[in-house]
């Protein structure tokens, strides 16, 4: 069967920038400069992007346009005989299963949150009551799994339309809408009276309050959550590495793609921040600030509802755009283990992940006696904790060994595949460092998952 390839190169940096933008960028990153001092947090978290997400992308990248197959075979052509790296490519393909049986549901939310403010749901409650409907929406199981399905079943429908004519068309579309409903929310929110106060505090470095968490929290969660942003470490990357061709160095692109994930992780909190401080709500308020909270802040503001059904477009689309890039590698991978046409593949892969996802779609509500790690966790929790705390820092910490060790596929290897073409390339004075300092970090964000 002939490989795939994508039509432009557009349309890799945005698909690859689609995969890794999600949740993580607009939901976490504001609350976590919120909890670690502002501005400083982010002065760390780049240098951490740096020195760990674009190294391993640029791996990922180099490996699948080398193997030209999906993270489940493109070892084999490229480890010498009789070793066993293979082994990681499956557990990758196991782990894109599991991120995909609880981040499908998150989808859903993020879709349902879009329809509430977009009906009025929230129009005249009060906070308690904006905190009542995420409650009342966890507590139906018909709802939680009717919206589950939706992201499921579209995701793979636009997949069965092909590389260049579903995965790549919509993704352009979605990405660039993205972009610009975020510029367009970012400049309402800015101008909002009382909004600088916002600006000044996620802008400016905050020593005291970095004294406050304590230097080496602020340091794990920048460390946690620049590796995570870019979704390394289980072949994610490797598969649009795959489909481009040698024109340009990869060094260069993960670069790009970094850049791009980052702009939006950056923006999102110039949404959230300054309209936080123009109607008196807590910018540390965790987890919660986008269900409970912003949708009580979209109630005051002029022509709220409009900002509101913005704000959930543009999460919806975040999601699902790491929804339809994690689904591509499965599709992949699982044409290449069975010789399936993709559509085929599709068909099959749609009714598997909606079995898959159910307990999670379940865990709040019927499945709610089920406490996994302990009293108050869900199966969700379950999930998130072998793919964040398991699959991304041991498949990096591979990855990393892989592209320079000797018994691996070797520095040479590697240096060679990555600078094919134009760009910024990898340099001989990165080798120590790539060599034995990143695998180390990778070692040491496992650990921190772990205890």
């Not at 670690?36 to 190294?55: D, H, K, R, S, T």
């Not at 999102?268 to 965790?286: E, T």
Request: hydrophobic letters at 55%; proline letters at 4%.
């Amino acid at each position: 069967m002939e490989r795939e390839h994508l039509g432009s190169r557009l349309g890799f940096i945005l698909l690859s920038a689609g995969c890794a933008i999600g949740i993580g960028n607009v939901w976490k990153f504001p609350w976590l400069v919120g909890q670690n001092g502002g501005g400083a947090f982010v002065i760390i978290y780049l240098i951490f992007l740096a020195l760990m997400g674009v190294p391993v992308m640029t791996m990922e990248f180099a490996m699948g346009r080398a193997a030209q197959k999906s993270p489940v075979r493109m070892y084999y052509p490229l480890e010498p005989e009789g070793t066993k790296w293979h082994i990681h490519g499956y557990a990758a393909f196991a782990g894109n299963y599991i991120l995909m049986m609880f981040y499908t549901c998150v989808c859903g939310w993020m879709l349902q949150y879009f329809v509430y403010t977009a009906d009025g749901t929230f129009s005249g409650l009060d906070n308690q009551g904006i905190s009542d409907q995420f409650d009342i929406m966890m507590r139906s199981p018909a709802r939680q799994w009717i919206f589950m399905a939706i992201s499921v079943g579209v995701g793979f429908f636009i997949l069965s339309l092909g590389l260049q004519k579903g995965v790549e068309k919509v993704t352009k579309f979605m990405m660039i809408a993205l972009l610009l409903i975020m510029v367009v929310l970012a400049v309402n929110s800015i101008l909002v009276p009382g909004g600088t106060a916002g600006l000044s505090f996620y802008l400016k470095p905050n020593m005291k309050e970095i004294r406050k968490v304590g230097i080496w929290s602020v340091i794990q969660a920048a460390m946690n959550q620049s590796f995570f942003t870019l979704s390394i470490g289980m072949g994610g990357m490797a598969i649009f590495g795959s489909y481009i061709s040698k024109e340009r160095a990869l060094l260069g692109e993960s670069v790009n793609v970094a850049l791009l994930d980052t702009f939006v992780a950056f923006t999102s909190g110039l949404i959230i921040f300054p309209a936080c401080f123009a109607y008196g709500v807590q910018p540390d308020a965790g987890p919660s600030l986008i269900f409970k909270t912003l949708p009580n802040i979209f109630n005051h503001m002029a022509l709220g509802r409009l900002w509101g059904s913005l704000f959930f477009v543009f999460m919806t689309f975040a999601a699902f755009s790491t929804v339809i890039g994690v689904f591509e590698n499965i599709i992949a991978m699982f044409m290449d283990l069975t010789g399936w046409s993709r559509k085929k593949a599709c068909l099959i892969d749609c009714i598997l992940m909606l079995l898959l996802a159910t307990p999670c779609a379940l865990g709040p509500n019927l499945l709610n006696a089920i406490q996994p790690l302990g009293k108050g966790t869900s199966i969700m929790d379950l999930e998130d904790f072998i793919v964040s705390n398991l699959v991304l820092p041991l498949g990096s910490f591979v990855i990393a060994l892989f592209c320079t060790r000797k018994s691996g596929w070797g520095w040479d290897a590697f240096c060679k595949e990555a600078n094919a073409g134009k760009g910024l390339r990898v340099q001989k004075w990165m080798r120590f460092y790539l060599t034995w300092i990143l695998p180390f970090l990778f070692l040491i964000v496992f650990f921190m998952g772990l205890f």
